[in-house]
């Protein structure tokens, strides 16, 4: 129902408007000169009084709902169906209601459930695709409502001295400063959701083993009386795998994507640069799994036989396959943002740079490239975060195996690898196995704020000496 709702919401909103113009024309004589606004900031107040309200009910409906009907529905179950206690017979609360909402759904059918618990599930499912259609349409009459008699109220408050626009660009300014705090709160869930999950992993695996430790084994054993590995937590391979890969492919997506900036921006003429810049782009529509299959399939054995020519011990899985194919998959982020910044270079600076005596190259050395250093670096340090968060190239041109080396032709793996394998399949995130993903992502997450803090301050001191 909240699909109907929301095209319901929209169709008021349209006619809101029509019926606002109308109304300010009407309650100005005909005469739209008399009214303190033009006659379409009168629309689009109504549309506004028409559609947010109901909005805002759709959200708040999203976040309750489910709550109140997963609560009316447990509380509804006959008892010997959950267990009340660590002992008692039953299953846990949050099993009992995903086997309901599976059935609820067709996902699974009643037969192959337990027979003491069947009936009750039964019905419980029965109650719960109840109560969902029960909210449905009771969400469904109370946004038509509120969006109807918001309306309402709008039309009554439209008169010639009625100051509309300013009513518009105080909700524009109120659903601008809205979008910014829900963007700040989710960068602060984000931070606070690593900080509380690290700290419980913290609890398990001291600090300084997972900081400094060479060695990096996460399987443990599951029962006190299974025979198995007790955990080695030490990221020092991860992130060296991670700077590895990411040190090669800058070294090949920097020089490559800089001089290509370079000569289309002030080299090439305009047939050529319509030409070449598209392809360059191209390059960044290209799934990651396609290059992953390029490092694998093409790059990786053209390395190990030329490793092998050198009588070099190269791996088939290596971090210079995954770092060669990932630097040809972010060029187009450096060379691409890079030809903006210098264009955007004002023309004076050439001009005054030709009138001294200078060359091309010499303008293009010592004036254009300083002052459009601070964009450089945004498209570098772009090309960095795309490097470093990098996954499928990486699990398959550069394997999985946890190596602390510097040798390019050696297996490796990166941070981003290690989270994404951790997290495969059900996982219970009570253990430090599955803790350890978000240790991992609080460190590379403090990591990229520090290159983003040291990249700022390049930014600031250029850009005042070029200002």
């Known amino acids: 129902m909240a699909g109907y709702l929301v095209i319901t919401i929209l169709i ?4 809101g408007y029509y019926l606002g113009r109308s109304r300010s024309v009407a309650v100005a ?10 006659p379409g900031y009168y629309g689009l107040f109504a549309a506004f009084w028409a559609g947010l309200p109901g909005a805002f009910l759709i959200l708040a409906w999203l976040f309750v709902q489910p709550v109140v009907v997963d609560n009316l529905v447990m509380s509804g179950l006959p008892d010997g169906i959950v267990a009340q206690e660590p002992g008692d017979e039953g299953m846990p609360a949050h099993l009992a209601l995903v086997d309901i909402k599976n059935i609820a759904s067709g996902s699974i059918s009643p037969e192959n459930l337990d027979e003491h618990h069947r009936d009750g599930l039964v019905a419980a499912a029965a109650r719960f695709n109840s109560l969902n259609t029960i909210s449905g349409w009771l969400l469904f009459a109370v ?18 001295k009625f100051r509309a626009r300013n009513n518009v660009e105080g909700i524009i300014r109120f ?45 443990v054993a599951i029962r006190a009386d299974q025979t198995g590995s007790s955990g080695a937590f030490g990221m020092i391979p991860l992130f060296s795998g991670t700077l590895l890969i990411a040190t090669i492919a800058l070294l090949v997506a920097v020089p490559i994507g800089l001089t290509a900036a370079i000569y289309l921006a002030e ?30 399939l093409t790059v990786a ?52 740079s030709s009138g001294l005596g200078a060359t091309k190259s010499e303008t293009i050395r010592q004036v254009i490239l300083p002052a459009a250093l601070p964009g450089i670096v945004g498209a570098v340090l772009l090309a960095a975060s795309r490097a470093i968060g990098e996954t499928m190239i990486v699990v398959m041109a550069a394997g999985l195996a946890a ?28 253990s430090p196995k599955a803790l350890s993903v978000f240790a991992l992502g609080l460190v590379l997450f403090t990591v990229t704020l520090m290159l983003n803090v040291i990249a700022l301050r390049i930014v600031q001191k250029y850009r005042e000496k070029y200002d």
């Open 29 to 38: 004589d005909g005469s739209p000169q008399s009214l303190h606004s033009r």
């Open 301 to 352: 054995p053209v390395i190990r036989d030329f490793g092998e020519a050198l009588g070099i011990d190269a791996s088939s899985n290596s971090a210079l396959a995954a770092g060669l194919v990932m630097g040809i998959m972010i060029v187009p982020f450096v060379s691409s943002l890079s030809d903006d910044v210098i264009n955007a270079v004002p023309q004076a600076l050439r001009d005054g």
């Open 175 to 219: 659903l601008l400063i809205l979008c910014s705090t829900i963007a700040i709160f989710t960068t602060v869930g984000i931070v606070l959701s690593l900080l509380f999950e690290a700290a419980r992993f913290f609890a398990l695996v001291p600090p300084h083993e997972f900081l400094f430790g060479t060695h990096w084994s996460p399987q």
């Open 403 to 430: 190596n602390l080396t510097a040798n390019p032709f050696e297996a490796v793996t990166t941070v981003t690898v290690q989270i994404a394998s951790l997290l495969v399949g059900d996982q219970e995130f009570d």
């Open 267 to 296: 080299y090439a003429d305009s047939r050529v640069r319509a030409t070449i810049k598209p392809i360059l782009e191209i390059l960044a529509g290209i799934p990651t799994v396609v290059y992953g299959f390029f490092a694998i």
């Open 12 to 15: 008021l909103s349209v006619v």
């Open 143 to 160: 946004g038509t409502a509120l969006a109807a008699g918001a309306l309402a109220i709008c039309m009554r408050r439209i008169h010639p």
